[in-house]
């Protein structure tokens, strides 16, 4: 009679099969918490600029004027003191306007000109952020009249959370 012989397994074939299981299941399961980890993280990028722009009384704007149908807002921002590093992640800000039930954003990127939107010194002039230290003022043209305004700050990469703010009145 023959003699059937079954072999199983060897524990070494068995540990090493074991092992790379479980590393692919981990190398799985780290891709996903990867992406959910980065993207949060990505979030926390803007810490630094939630507060880089701020809205500066000491000219006496952040004010509208009455212009025929039009309204002239004058926006003063200044950009607090930061490392010249952080200070290059900044290419502009965005403004949004609010009043009741509505509410209006506007962007303004360095070196660009908007039809609506220019620098209260000189109209001709492309759109200059406030760099490290500075305050600049600009001028908004609407239709509408608003009664207040939130500031955020524009990256390389992401625009930050509107957190600072001021209301409108009559220059």
Do not use: W
């Amino acid at each position: 009679m023959n003699k059937i012989k079954k072999k199983g397994l060897s524990p070494i074939i068995a540990t090493v099969l074991l092992i790379l299981l479980t590393i692919s299941a981990a190398t799985f399961i780290a891709s996903f918490i990867y992406k959910f980890v980065n993207s949060e993280m990505e979030k926390t990028r803007c810490h630094e600029y939630v507060d880089y722009f701020n809205f500066d009384s000491q000219f006496g704007y952040n004010c509208f004027e009455n212009s025929g149908n039009s309204k002239n807002y004058k926006i003063s921002l200044s950009a607090k003191n930061v490392k010249n590093e952080s200070a290059k992640e900044v290419i502009g800000f965005g403004l949004i306007f609010f009043k009741e039930g509505d509410s209006k954003g506007v962007e303004a990127l360095d070196g660009q000109e908007y039809p609506d939107f220019k620098m209260l010194s000189n109209s001709t002039k492309p759109i200059l952020i406030p760099k490290s230290g500075e305050t600049r003022t600009y001028n908004y043209t609407d239709n509408q009249e608003y009664s207040s305004v939130k500031v955020y700050a524009i990256l390389n990469t992401r625009k930050c959370e509107a957190v600072e703010s001021t209301s409108l009145q009559l220059c």
